[in-house]
């Protein structure tokens, strides 16, 4: 095991006394809990993390926080492995597993860095100029190298463990950031009496205050921290929420956050959420989320060794890690200088200052004269190293001379970018600000201010100042004009900054370090055209990487300003769009996955079948018994034959309760559903049950049931399960908007009634066992198509409909739906003595195809109701909707697709669903396509594989041989069309 050797012995913000392991590519190091994934490696003397995407270059860690391009490892393993993960923000924890990617073998010896010996090829755009030739290598040998060498990282390849949540929030003022300004703004707002949440996406608050430190009421700024956080906590309408980002701006004060809630966590603790998606809905809200340090670009500037200077000091103040011992600074403004100044305190030594300025303060020559180093007005314009990090530094002074600096470490500063994200949604852009060189906000998102760096004012004063003001005024405008007392007060550090951009030099200067785009990329991109900025972007891919171009825009936007002779301003920016951060899809997903995607609704009979060991499939939101498997049975077509060859012989039961179930009353009732349906309801007597078919008002097919009439006023119609929502609504549309005049009143009852469909020639009798013995039950008492009110035994009331989709003497019951559980288990009992079955869905669409009644495959969309072989139900004595429109020319052609019965002529073949019908001795085609296959099933009672097809004159060509051609399976055989009709084409047995 590693002893850190770059560990510093004491100081920063770790705890020692809670020593972990965590291992990074196999190999075992230290740590101590307050690391990050890339401090502890900092300070174990890793310095070579990953490979970028294009050239596969060595790539070290460059930042310490979100906007880090370089360092994305996978963390964990197995089902919960997550690529793309930054090292800079993974929080440390005992047991953690991390390794790098996008390298092959490893990462010290990556074959695939012979890219780069392609990189005169590889520029912007390389993708648009090659593999064009031959046009048949593209599928076979271009296409899936590409698809081999995209991606970055592996994803697990299994289901995730883990759980996300989602959640909402409301607040008067939210606050993103917990640096100086957000907590000045949090006290302000708090102490007013405002509701405040304050999101940090670090697990520790204080921002850069936690590196840099400074004095702050004449404390130093560890103290003002406890201090305000302690005061914070104190005020009841503050939440502050750690480990939270603020990643998008939308519509009506509405902000999404994501909560790494147990990421510092190796698993999530039982019952816990990994992550938790916050919708926050905020009257006010206040930007505090800091700024960013930018690179300047030079050649060599992607070795490993090279760091943003605030990221080294970060790393050495905050984690007592040193990225190096004898340290360089290159910098064009004095922030850069803060470094240099925290390395010396760690006693570590410094090399040279490179400073663009012509001007360095004489406190800061003072300095290197006392402590012994250079101090060299130039730029860098190489670097010397390696995978193992950096080794010399070339540098072009001032006047054209050149010197050289050795050092294992360069820090650059090239400034400061206001983190502008989150103000610049909502289509905002930017303005540039000449006096720190970058872009600030300019205007916002409704209800938003900026304030501090967020804001362009780096001073510690100026970010007090700015926050406690914005916080108080966002109170103010929320509502909540309390005493906010008095703000923290701080001295503002003097802050210069000369320009620099790109420095020419001998080889690569990267712009972007995770698409590997260099500054000659964004010349040729100016040079063919694209000059735009968001052309810019999509040729170049500048800042469509996981860092979306934290680290890399405004030095690209800088660069094609200069070699296009325009101001920045002028270039102007990209849109800004959300997520800020990357957001795992799990968190916007929440519980709703798997199982829990939708709701899922139950049958009565629901546990009862699952006692029974049914086999279930969704339907809709509905959970049904598809079969029920016996012991011995192979395969589920074995437990359907059996379920089929029962009712058609003896007696068995389905639970039908899913079909929607409508109450239709008024004196206006019958007029009403003649209106909706084809055929006539009015003239339907008490006591009888009719078929009824709707159409859309384009003559299509919209759905079909039965309805029967109760009352003289009151109907009971049922819909299809698929439509029982969408079939309400549009009788409802009907009813407000198409017949206002009408007095009727419609009542979804479908979750009211439990519903049952008792077949077979035995069902008579296996009803007089549950209903009332007054009740008669005989075919003249009880006729086909009846339907009444009856008593069950117990006196309980019910609902009985002589009905029949199965060909079979068949009745549906319905009880009340808490008696529905009661009254499958009595059928259960009182039908042991006739070989009661219970059956499926599956048995269920086999009877129907062997009767020849069409079903959801049938009514697709496309189909009218001469097509389902129902156009003699279309009344010519009345209007209907879609009674014109059924008339239009092309939904009355000759040669339409009508539905026909289909069966192959070799018994033993299997019909497929979905084959098309081409003519017997032609081609295969789109020309000769004459129809397809809708519904198929194994028919016990034929004992040969049957189904219905929608064919070209179909009903004109019973007994024609046509050839079933199956693309997607591979399978081509003959079929004879035939009459729809399999079973008892008379109706006697139905008809009891």
């Given at each position: 095991m590693s002893s850190q050797p770059n560990r510093l012995p004491s100081g920063g913000l770790i705890d020692r006394s809670a020593p972990l392991n965590f291992r990074f590519d196999g190999k075992t190091f230290a740590g101590f809990q307050g690391d990050t994934l890339a401090s502890a490696l900092i300070a174990n003397g890793v310095r070579l993390v990953g490979r970028s995407f294009k050239y596969h270059r060595p790539r070290g860690i460059l930042t310490s926080g979100s906007e880090e391009p370089n360092a994305l490892v996978e963390l964990r393993t197995g089902a919960r492995r997550e690529p793309n993960t930054k090292a800079t923000t993974a929080e440390l924890y005992d047991g953690l597993e991390a390794a790098s990617q996008n390298r092959w073998p490893s990462l010290r010896h990556d074959l695939m860095a012979v890219n780069q010996l392609f990189s005169p090829i590889f520029v912007a755009g390389f993708y648009y100029k090659t593999f064009m030739w031959p046009a048949k290598f593209w599928e076979a040998i271009y296409e899936p190298a590409i698809r081999r060498a995209a991606g970055l990282g592996r994803a697990a390849g299994v289901a995730d463990p883990?759980?996300?949540?989602?959640?909402?929030?409301?607040?008067?003022?939210?606050?993103?950031?917990?640096?100086?300004?957000?907590?000045?703004?949090?006290?302000?707002?708090?102490?007013?009496?405002?509701?405040?949440?304050?999101?940090?996406?670090?697990?520790?608050?204080?921002g850069r205050l936690l590196s840099d430190g400074g004095t702050i009421d004449r404390m130093p700024a560890a103290e003002w921290i406890s201090r305000t956080l302690a005061e914070l906590a104190s005020l009841p309408g503050v939440r502050i929420m750690n480990r939270t980002t603020l990643f998008g701006v939308y519509d009506g004060g509405t902000y999404g956050a994501i909560e790494r809630v147990n990421d510092h966590l190796p698993s999530p603790p039982e019952h816990q959420v990994r992550q938790r998606l916050w919708?926050?809905?905020?009257?006010?809200?206040?930007?505090?989320?800091?700024?960013?340090?930018?690179?300047?670009?030079?050649?060599?500037?992607?070795?490993?060794?090279?760091?943003?200077?605030?990221?080294?000091?970060?790393?050495?103040?905050?984690?007592?890690?040193?990225?190096?011992?004898?340290?360089?600074?290159?910098?064009?403004?004095?922030?850069?200088?803060?470094t240099v100044e925290t390395a010396l305190g760690a006693g570590l030594q410094i090399a040279a200052v490179v400073d663009a300025r012509p001007d360095v303060s004489a406190a800061h020559r003072a300095l290197a004269a006392k402590t012994g180093f250079a101090v060299l007005n130039g730029s860098v314009v190489g670097v010397e190293g390696g995978k193992d990090g950096v080794r010399k530094i070339s540098i072009s002074l001032t006047g054209c001379a050149?010197?050289?600096?050795?050092?294992?470490?360069?820090?650059?500063?090239?400034?400061?970018?206001?983190?502008?994200?989150?103000?610049?949604?909502?289509?905002?852009?930017?303005?540039?600000?000449?006096?720190?060189?970058?872009?600030?906000?300019?205007?916002?998102?409704?209800?938003?201010?900026?304030?501090?760096?967020?804001?362009?004012?780096?001073?510690?004063?100026?970010?007090?100042?700015?926050?406690?003001?914005?916080?108080?005024?966002?109170?103010?405008?929320?509502?909540?004009?309390g005493n906010a007392g008095a703000p923290p007060v701080a001295d503002d550090e003097a802050f210069s900054l000369t320009p620099l951009w790109h420095v020419a030099g001998k080889g690569k200067a990267f712009v972007d370090y995770q698409h590997d785009v260099t500054a000659a990329d964004i010349e040729l991109a100016q040079r063919e055209g694209f000059e735009s900025v968001e052309h810019l972007?999509?040729?170049?891919?500048?800042?469509?990487?996981?860092?979306?171009?934290?680290?890399?825009?405004?030095?690209?936007?800088?660069?094609?300003?200069?070699?296009?002779?325009?101001?920045?301003?002028?270039?102007?920016?990209?849109?800004?769009?959300?997520?800020?951060?990357?957001?795992?899809?799990?968190?916007?997903?929440?519980?709703?996955?798997?199982?829990?995607?939708?709701?899922?609704?139950l049958t009565p009979s629901h546990h009862w079948a699952a006692e029974q060991g049914a086999m279930f499939v969704d339907t809709g939101l509905w959970k049904r018994a598809q079969w029920y498997p016996r012991a011995g049975e192979k395969d589920w077509l074995e437990s359907v034959t059996r379920e089929v060859k029962a009712v058609r012989g003896g007696v068995g039961f389905c639970d039908v309760s899913t079909l929607g179930k409508i109450d239709v009353h008024g004196p206006d009732a019958g007029a009403f559903l003649d209106r909706v349906y084809i055929n006539t309801f009015s003239n339907l007597a008490v006591g009888k049950a009719r078929y009824g078919l709707m159409l859309r008002e384009d003559g299509i097919v919209y759905d079909d049931g039965t309805t029967s009439r109760l009352a003289e006023d009151h109907y009971f119609l049922t819909t299809t399960t698929a439509k029982a929502g969408p079939v309400m609504q549009h009788l409802e549309f009907c009813r407000q908007v198409l017949f206002p005049e009408l007095d009727v009143q419609l009542t979804s009852v479908s979750?009211?009634?439990?519903?049952?469909?008792?077949?077979?020639?035995?069902?008579?009798?296996?009803?007089?066992?549950?209903?009332?013995?007054?009740?008669?039950?005989?075919?003249?008492?009880?006729?086909?198509?009846?339907?009444?009110?009856?008593?069950?035994?117990?006196?309980?009331?019910?609902?009985?409909?002589?009905i029949s989709f199965s060909g079979e003497m068949a009745f549906e019951i319905s009880v009340p739906a808490r008696y529905g559980d009661a009254l499958v288990r009595n059928l259960t009992l009182a039908g042991k003595q006739f070989g009661v079955t219970p059956y499926g869905t599956e048995a269920l669409g086999v009877m129907r195809i062997e009767k020849g009644h069409v079903a959801g495959p049938e009514l697709n969309g496309t189909t009218t109701a001469a097509d389902l072989g129902l156009g003699r139900m279309m009344s010519t004595r009345k209007d209907f909707i879609g009674r014109v429109m059924a008339g239009r020319e092309a939904l009355v052609a000759p040669d339409r697709q009508v539905?026909?019965?289909?069966?192959?002529?070799?018994?033993?073949?299997?019909?497929?669903?979905?084959?098309?019908?081409?003519?017997?001795?032609?081609?295969?085609?789109?020309?000769?396509?004459?129809?397809?296959?809708?519904?198929?099933?194994?028919?016990?009672t034929l004992d040969q594989w049957i189904g219905l097809a929608l064919v070209e004159r179909g009903r004109e060509r019973i007994g024609e041989i046509v050839h079933a051609h199956d693309p997607l399976r591979g399978e081509d055989y003959d079929v004879e069309l035939c009459n729809p009709v399999f079973y008892d084409p008379d109706g006697g047995r139905q008809r009891g």
């Open positions: 883990d759980h996300y949540d989602k959640a909402w929030a409301h607040c008067d003022v939210l606050i993103a950031g917990s640096g100086p300004a957000g907590l000045a703004a949090a006290l302000a707002a708090g102490r007013s009496g405002a509701r405040v949440i304050l999101c940090e996406e670090d697990f520790a608050l204080g919708r926050i809905i905020a009257k006010r809200s206040v930007v505090a989320a800091g700024a960013i340090e930018r690179p300047i670009v030079f050649a060599g500037n992607d070795t490993p060794g090279v760091m943003m200077a605030s990221a080294m000091r970060t790393y050495v103040a905050r984690y007592s890690a040193t990225p190096a011992k004898r340290i360089a600074l290159f910098t064009n403004n004095e922030d850069g200088w803060r050149r010197a050289e600096v050795e050092a294992d470490g360069l820090a650059v500063s090239g400034g400061w970018n206001p983190a502008v994200g989150l103000t610049s949604y909502h289509r905002g852009r930017p303005k540039w600000q000449d006096d720190i060189s970058a872009f600030v906000p300019d205007g916002a998102p409704p209800g938003m201010v900026a304030a501090g760096a967020a804001n362009g004012a780096f001073g510690l004063g100026a970010c007090l100042r700015q926050g406690f003001a914005a916080g108080a005024a966002a109170a103010q405008s929320a509502g909540h004009s972007k999509r040729y170049t891919t500048l800042g469509m990487a996981t860092d979306q171009g934290k680290t890399s825009n405004v030095a690209g936007l800088a660069i094609m300003a200069a070699v296009s002779g325009k101001p920045i301003p002028e270039t102007g920016t990209t849109i800004y769009r959300p997520p800020y951060v990357p957001v795992a899809i799990g968190a916007f997903a929440g519980h709703h996955r798997d199982e829990n995607f939708h709701a899922t609704r979750d009211q009634w439990a519903q049952f469909s008792i077949a077979g020639p035995s069902a008579r009798e296996l009803l007089k066992q549950v209903v009332d013995e007054s009740e008669d039950l005989s075919n003249e008492g009880f006729p086909f198509m009846g339907a009444r009110e009856v008593a069950l035994r117990g006196g309980i009331g019910a609902r009985l409909f002589r539905v026909v019965g289909i069966k192959p002529t070799d018994k033993t073949r299997r019909l497929r669903s979905g084959a098309h019908v081409i003519p017997k001795g032609e081609i295969p085609g789109s020309a000769n396509d004459q129809g397809y296959v809708t519904s198929v099933c194994f028919s016990p």
